[in-house]
C-alpha cells in the first residue's frame, strides 16, 4: 500500500501519549498516523471489517416502580436472584 507522505501525520511519542483519543480518532477516519521512537516509526492504521456487535437483549423486560425509586433491590442468593428490601441508611 503507498500512503502519500502530505497526508501523513508524523508525531513524536511524547505528543502521541497526550493526543492518544486525537490520533486514534484520525486513523479511523483514514488518515495513517506516523509515531517516532528513538528513531524507530510506527505506522497506526485503522483496520476495518472486524466483528461486528450485536445488541444485547435486556434482562428484564419490566422494572418495577419500588425498585426504580430504591425501595427494593436484587440480592443473589442460593435459588438465584431474591427480590429483597433495601436496607434504610441511618
Keep these: 500500500m503507498v500512503y502519500n507522505v502530505q ?13 492518544f483519543g486525537e490520533i486514534l480518532d484520525e486513523a479511523e477516519n483514514g488518515t495513517p498516523v506516523v509515531i517516532e521512537r528513538r528513531g ?20 428484564f423486560e419490566f422494572v418495577d416502580a419500588g425498585v426504580m425509586s430504591g425501595q427494593w433491590t436484587w440480592k443473589a442468593g442460593a435459588k438465584g436472584l431474591v427480590f429483597a428490601a433495601r436496607r434504610k441508611r441511618r
Design 7 to 19: 497526508t501523513m501525520k508524523h508525531l513524536k511519542v511524547a505528543e502521541a501519549r497526550a493526543r
Design 40 to 59: 524507530v516509526r510506527f505506522r497506526l492504521t485503522a483496520e476495518t471489517g472486524g466483528p461486528s456487535r450485536t445488541p444485547k437483549t435486556a434482562l
